[in-house]
């Protein structure tokens, strides 16, 4: 067993798959933290169905389909932060609409285009073994500037997530910081759709969180255990999927659901 | 001067307006009290002032050199917030960051005026405690520390009660007036709860929906207002 791991890790495939991953499931965690104390995790799922309805459409008219994601879940996410805000259409039908309804436009286009199928598959569930090297580049190039950016106003994002309100009041540019947040967040979702497929990307988003909550007391805390809860998940569902032959994002997803229900028992004890 | 002068302003929301024609001042040193029934604009006001709604017209006159940035303000909590996972530590130095650059970073001098809140409000013993595992009342305290480090001069509180049982509501009155008399810190709280905001306020705001009534305490005790509203109050107890 050990043999075939060793030999499978020296692979460059996979290489390029861990380096991809790492970096992309440790800025979809941290990113994370901030969407789901606002209770805005289901945008994380409604933009990767954006991101999925914009990649399909745009490889049916041969454009480069990140290069058109990109504005397109950026432009989502302030839409369905504005729709948040004022009320008219509820924030969770919202993102219902939008999701929804990219996913139908994203199906259509793909049946209209022949010889699709192929991608669809890779859109849909993600193809982390076969990142090429300029998609690693491309991770790289995006998610360190987004690391950084998090670093670097982690104390305004911290207040902001906290209350939007106090902040305003008291001169603190929340509504740049929350524009701050989705333009992040859109861009690991667009990424992480390579990745993990448009399905399973909103996991990588939300469950790290998730799960640090239920055992961390700080917000710092929460922050450092979600990013390393990510990558460790990562790392056991890219092993489980060489041992066993597994579909490699699925198997992620999976095993952050078994470290969830984990830290969920354990969280319950302490607490007792 | 005066801290804050508010002259023929009108509020509400879409261009229609709930409050019309309101004018009243507030000193350095005062505590004012805003009642008045639901819907009348009390919260609306208290936005307002922060800055977090425009005002349809009129003007609001900040004095004596304070800036948007020295206002502490004690927001009603959000459902969000109850399980927050953050320390206490954490939550009250968050006070100190409207008065910092883009990035936000902390200089020793925060973290002591967090401390020195946190003790004025006797929740340091809590420091590393958890957020959402206080109670309604220690929650309370430690967003008003947060309040505190925002501020020297000017709190703002929109129904700082609510939900809190009898002893910690009277918990929270006395500090409040404690921070107001010891600290010179002006006090202006919208609050339902009438008796207790006549027991320490020294002005009172009573809106209803067309009319305002704004003056010191004694003066309004002795008004048909009053009489009117605290009758009222007295039969739904």
């Given at each position: 067993m050990i043999d075939t791991l060793i030999f499978v890790f020296s692979q460059p495939f996979m290489q390029r798959a861990l380096v991809g991953g790492i970096v992309i499931c440790l800025c979809a965690a941290l990113l994370g933290v901030s969407l789901v104390l606002k209770r805005y995790s289901m945008i994380g799922d409604g933009l990767s169905h954006v991101g999925f309805g914009a990649v399909v459409v745009a490889s049916a008219l041969n454009f480069a389909p990140v290069a058109v994601a990109i504005p397109v879940v950026v432009a989502a996410a302030f839409l369905l932060l504005r729709l948040g805000e004022n009320s008219t259409v509820k924030a969770d039908a919202a993102v219902a609409l939008v999701s929804?309804?990219?996913?139908?436009?994203?199906?259509?286009?793909?049946?209209?285009?022949?010889?699709?199928?192929?991608?669809?598959?890779?859109?849909?569930?993600?193809?982390?073994?076969?990142?090429?090297?300029?998609?690693?580049?491309?991770?790289?190039?995006?998610?360190?500037?987004?690391?950084?950016?998090?670093?670097l106003f982690y104390n305004k994002i911290f207040a902001v997530t906290f209350d939007e309100a106090f902040c305003e009041a008291t001169g603190v540019k929340a509504?740049?910081?929350?524009?701050?947040?989705?333009?992040?967040?859109?861009?690991?979702?667009?990424?992480?759709?390579?990745?993990?497929?448009?399905?399973?990307?909103?996991?990588?988003?939300?469950?790290?969180?998730?799960?640090?909550?239920?055992?961390?007391?700080?917000?710092?805390?929460?922050?450092?255990?979600?990013?390393?809860?990510?990558?460790?998940?990562?790392?056991?569902?890219?092993?489980?999927?060489?041992?066993?032959?597994?579909?490699?994002?699925?198997?992620?997803?999976?095993?952050?659901?078994?470290?969830?229900?984990?830290?969920?028992?354990?969280?319950?004890?302490?607490?007792? | 001067m005066s801290l804050i002068k508010a002259e023929n302003v009108c509020l509400g929301y879409d261009g229609e307006n709930v409050v019309e024609n309101l004018f009243f001042t507030v000193e350095k040193g005062d505590y004012l009290c805003v009642i008045g029934e639901n819907g009348s604009g009390k919260s609306t006001l208290i936005k307002a002032l922060t800055g977090l709604k425009k005002i349809n017209s009129g003007t609001i006159t900040f004095g004596d050199g304070l800036s948007k940035n020295q206002i502490g303000y004690l927001p009603q909590q959000t459902p969000s917030q109850k399980d927050f996972p953050?320390?206490?530590?954490?939550?009250?130095?968050?006070?100190?960051?409207?008065?910092?650059?883009?990035?936000?970073?902390?200089?020793?001098?925060?973290?002591?005026?967090?401390?020195?809140?946190?003790?004025?409000?006797?929740?340091?013993?809590?420091?590393?405690?958890?957020?959402?595992?206080?109670?309604?009342?220690?929650?309370?305290?430690?967003?008003?520390?947060?309040?505190?480090c925002a501020t020297k001069t000017l709190l703002l509180l929109d129904e700082p009660v609510t939900g809190l049982d009898p002893v910690a509501t009277s918990e929270m009155y006395e500090l409040l007036y404690h921070l107001n008399r010891d600290h010179k810190i002006t006090v202006i709280m919208v609050s339902h709860d009438v008796n207790a905001s006549l027991k320490y306020a020294s002005h009172i705001l009573h809106m209803k929906k067309d009319e305002v009534y704004f003056g010191d305490k004694q003066s309004y005790l002795s008004t048909e207002w009053a009489r009117v509203f605290l009758g009222d109050g007295e039969k739904n107890d």
């Amino acid at each position: 067993m050990i043999d075939t791991l060793i030999f499978v890790f020296s692979q460059p495939f996979m290489q390029r798959a861990l380096v991809g991953g790492i970096v992309i499931c440790l800025c979809a965690a941290l990113l994370g933290v901030s969407l789901v104390l606002k209770r805005y995790s289901m945008i994380g799922d409604g933009l990767s169905h954006v991101g999925f309805g914009a990649v399909v459409v745009a490889s049916a008219l041969n454009f480069a389909p990140v290069a058109v994601a990109i504005p397109v879940v950026v432009a989502a996410a302030f839409l369905l932060l504005r729709l948040g805000e004022n009320s008219t259409v509820k924030a969770d039908a919202a993102v219902a609409l939008v999701s929804t309804g990219s996913l139908a436009i994203g199906v259509v286009a793909s049946s209209l285009s022949s010889g699709m199928n192929q991608d669809f598959n890779s859109y849909m569930f993600g193809t982390i073994l076969g990142l090429s090297e300029s998609d690693v580049w491309l991770s790289i190039f995006i998610s360190v500037p987004v690391l950084v950016m998090f670093l670097l106003f982690y104390n305004k994002i911290f207040a902001v997530t906290f209350d939007e309100a106090f902040c305003e009041a008291t001169g603190v540019k929340a509504k740049l910081y929350n524009g701050l947040v989705a333009v992040l967040t859109a861009l690991i979702i667009v990424l992480g759709m390579r990745l993990m497929g448009a399905l399973l990307i909103s996991s990588l988003v939300i469950f790290p969180s998730l799960t640090a909550m239920r055992v961390c007391a700080t917000f710092k805390g929460v922050v450092i255990c979600s990013g390393i809860v990510s990558v460790v998940c990562f790392l056991f569902g890219i092993v489980a999927s060489v041992l066993f032959d597994l579909p490699t994002g699925a198997s992620i997803v999976i095993a952050n659901i078994i470290v969830f229900v984990i830290f969920f028992c354990v969280g319950k004890l302490v607490k007792r | 001067m005066s801290l804050i002068k508010a002259e023929n302003v009108c509020l509400g929301y879409d261009g229609e307006n709930v409050v019309e024609n309101l004018f009243f001042t507030v000193e350095k040193g005062d505590y004012l009290c805003v009642i008045g029934e639901n819907g009348s604009g009390k919260s609306t006001l208290i936005k307002a002032l922060t800055g977090l709604k425009k005002i349809n017209s009129g003007t609001i006159t900040f004095g004596d050199g304070l800036s948007k940035n020295q206002i502490g303000y004690l927001p009603q909590q959000t459902p969000s917030q109850k399980d927050f996972p953050a320390s206490v530590y954490e939550v009250v130095l968050s006070g100190c960051l409207g008065r910092k650059n883009i990035f936000g970073v902390y200089s020793r001098r925060d973290r002591r005026q967090a401390l020195d809140n946190m003790a004025i409000l006797g929740v340091s013993d809590l420091k590393n405690k958890c957020y959402r595992t206080l109670s309604g009342g220690q929650q309370q305290r430690v967003l008003l520390a947060r309040a505190l480090c925002a501020t020297k001069t000017l709190l703002l509180l929109d129904e700082p009660v609510t939900g809190l049982d009898p002893v910690a509501t009277s918990e929270m009155y006395e500090l409040l007036y404690h921070l107001n008399r010891d600290h010179k810190i002006t006090v202006i709280m919208v609050s339902h709860d009438v008796n207790a905001s006549l027991k320490y306020a020294s002005h009172i705001l009573h809106m209803k929906k067309d009319e305002v009534y704004f003056g010191d305490k004694q003066s309004y005790l002795s008004t048909e207002w009053a009489r009117v509203f605290l009758g009222d109050g007295e039969k739904n107890d």
